[in-house]
């Protein structure tokens, strides 16, 4: 069990090194960051090649509470920790999500006699995370059963999800003519961890007219999947090699005038099995109860009732403790899907939209984000968005430097550019990338 603890502890601390793409990327100058978005990106360069680990980096934050949610401020003006203005502000279901992707290598070339087909090759790390809890949950914890006499309270939306692989991928764009380009990649994926509840329900009931009084019922029924705990425990086997997955990137874009564009991309559609050797399983085999009658002292006082305190706590963990076992099984990839548009007013100024949908902990998450770049040079590409997620605004602004055959990129959002008190998103995005031998189709 202490184990399991400390493994779920690993994965909430996770969402803070964590993070996704600005939105402002996919309508950008930047060839790495729109072909991660969109398979059917087509290069200006006859040869594109990513610096290991440093093509294309995220880092960030994402929650579901601001700090003005839970910090009250005195008449000091000092800050204050104020768990019922916390517990106030806090929805049914409340959800972290984060996904992190770190480009390793990259490299592709033009091809055929035309160089109207680019072929690719790169590997990147992925991390996948989700978290949800309910306000319901939080009020019991911090309030105590004492508030919740004779009510069934049922705990059944709490949600763990974490995945993290490797990602092979191979992938072309082809430039069918001047108007419409088309793409896919196919990923070879190797699993290195991940965790699954499949089932994680907890419910408790305290009865005011039991005998003893105020006895309190709990019950349990847990089946969490496991994978990749031999990374950290060298005690236990772990061969990633074994953990094996596939999947495909879809994407599309068409020239409607000069000035007009329209693209859409379908993204990580695949899954990954867990070889039975790499994967723990944590089960109480069906739900599981336990009763609390009360405690009692006697003569000899406080050692007493510490005692009775620590047998108690034995039993409980006894009873509800669930088991380890083994045994394969397979987990979906999240996909995602844009949908984009751009319009160029003139060879500075363009407006762009995006729709961008993915799944998250099962349910589908969207975003709308409307942008606008500006060409101030013919090498620096200035980037701004505003993107509304989940009732949430998020401002974005970076730039693209393309001096020669060096392309660097760097958006930020809601770092600099909105109160950090209300801001419940940090995002860094950054990347250094060369691009060879610019040439026309023929």
């Known amino acids: 069990?202490?184990?399991?603890?400390?493994?779920?502890?690993?994965?909430?601390?996770?969402?803070?090194?964590?993070?996704?793409?600005?939105?402002?990327?996919?309508?950008s100058q930047s060839f790495v960051l729109q072909s991660s978005a969109n398979s059917s990106v087509f290069p200006e360069a006859n040869i594109v090649l990513g610096l290991p680990a440093f093509s294309n980096v995220n880092l960030g934050m994402q929650w579901p509470l601001s700090l003005n949610d839970f910090l009250q401020k005195q008449t000091d003006d000092s800050l204050h920790f104020n768990l019922p203005l916390l517990r106030s502000n806090l929805k049914k279901e409340n959800i972290l999500n984060s996904s992190f992707r770190n480009q390793l290598f990259y490299f592709g070339i033009k091809v055929g006699k035309k160089k109207n087909v680019f072929v690719y090759i790169g590997d990147e790390l992925v991390v996948d995370a989700g978290m949800q809890f309910s306000n319901k949950l939080v009020d019991y914890l911090t309030q105590g059963n004492a508030n919740f006499i004779n009510q069934r309270m049922v705990f059944d939306s709490?949600?763990?999800?974490?995945?993290?692989?490797?990602?092979?991928?191979l992938g072309?764009?082809?430039k069918v003519n001047k108007k419409?380009?088309?793409?896919?990649?196919?990923?070879?994926?190797?699993?290195?961890?991940?965790?699954?509840?499949?089932?994680l329900k907890f419910s408790a009931f305290t009865d005011s007219t039991s005998s003893p009084i105020f006895s309190t019922e709990l019950s349990s029924d847990i089946l969490i999947l496991t994978s990749g705990r031999g990374a950290a425990d060298k005690s236990l086997l772990f061969d990633p090699k074994l953990?094996?997955?596939?999947?495909?990137?879809?994407?599309?874009?068409y020239v409607f005038t000069d000035q007009f564009t329209a693209s859409i991309a379908l993204n990580d559609i695949g899954s990954i099995n867990w070889d039975k050797s790499n994967t723990t399983l944590f089960t109480t085999n069906g739900e599981k109860e336990f009763e609390i009658v009360?405690?009692?002292?006697?003569?000899?006082?406080?050692?007493d009732l510490l005692a009775q305190i620590e047998t108690l706590s034995d039993s409980l963990l006894l009873t509800l403790q669930p088991a380890e076992a083994l045994g394969a099984y397979s987990t979906k990839l999240n996909p995602k899907f844009f949908l984009g548009l751009s319009y160029s007013i003139t060879s500075k100024h363009s407006f762009s939209a995006l729709y961008n949908w993915r799944r998250n902990l099962s349910k589908g998450a969207s975003a709308i984000s409307l942008g606008y770049q500006f060409?101030?040079?013919?090498?620096?590409?200035?980037?701004?968005?505003?993107?509304?997620?989940?009732?949430?605004?998020?401002?974005?602004?970076?730039?693209?430097w393309s001096p020669g055959p060096v392309q660097l990129n760097v958006l930020v959002d809601n770092i600099m550019f909105v109160d950090l008190f209300n801001a419940k998103?940090?995002?860094?995005?950054?990347?250094?990338?060369?691009?060879?031998?610019?040439?026309?189709?023929?």
């Not at 998103?425 to 023929?442: A, P």
């Open 1 to 27: 069990m202490r184990n399991f603890i400390l493994l779920l502890i690993a994965v909430i601390v996770s969402f803070n090194t964590l993070a996704q793409n600005s939105s402002a990327s996919y309508h």
């Open 180 to 199: 419409l380009e088309i793409g896919a990649r196919i990923k070879i994926l190797r699993g290195i961890a991940n965790v699954h509840t499949q089932k």
């Open 243 to 253: 953990n094996k997955g596939f999947a495909i990137d879809l994407g599309a874009s």
């Open 172 to 174: 072309t764009a082809i």
């Open 158 to 169: 709490q949600i763990i999800e974490f995945t993290a692989y490797n990602s092979l991928y």
């Open 425 to 442: 998103s940090l995002f860094l995005q950054f990347g250094l990338s060369f691009q060879l031998g610019k040439s026309q189709m023929q």
């Open 375 to 400: 060409q101030l040079v013919n090498s620096l590409e200035l980037l701004t968005s505003l993107s509304r997620f989940s009732k949430n605004t998020s401002l974005a602004a970076g730039f693209v």
């Open 294 to 303: 009360g405690l009692s002292q006697s003569s000899a006082g406080g050692e």
